[in-house]
C-alpha cells in the first residue's frame, strides 16, 4: 500500500454535551493490486468524493461514505463508455 500526496486536517467539534474529533484527509492510496483511490478520507475511510481506478482500466468517479459508494457515481470503461449509477450504502 502507497499512501502519496496528502493533505491532513483534524476538525474538532464541541458542543455542551460532548467534544468530538475526526481527521479528514484528501490524498491517494494505491494498492498492490494496481487499484487506485483519489480523494477525501475520513477516519481512514474513503468518505466524500473521489476516483476509483481499477486495474483493468475501468474508473468511478463520485460519492463515497464511510468507505463505501454512496450517492450519484459515473462508471466509465476503458472504450470511454459511461454508465450513471445511484448507490445506497454501496449497492447500485
Not at 34 to 41: A, D, N, R, V
Not at 78 to 87: A, C, D, P, R, S
Request: hydrophobic share 25%; aromatic share 20%.
Amino acid at each position: 500500500r502507497i499512501f502519496t500526496n496528502f493533505l491532513v486536517t483534524v476538525i474538532e467539534y464541541e458542543s455542551s454535551s460532548r467534544h468530538t474529533s475526526f481527521l479528514y484527509v484528501f490524498g491517494v492510496y494505491e494498492w498492490s493490486t494496481g487499484f487506485q483511490y483519489s480523494g477525501e478520507f475520513k477516519d481512514g475511510k474513503r468518505h466524500g468524493f473521489g476516483v476509483s481506478e481499477f486495474p483493468n482500466g475501468t474508473t468511478y468517479s463520485g460519492k463515497y461514505k464511510f468507505g463505501s459508494e454512496d450517492g450519484e457515481g459515473i462508471y466509465e470503461d476503458k472504450e470511454g463508455q459511461k454508465h450513471t449509477l445511484n448507490y445506497v450504502n454501496g449497492t447500485p
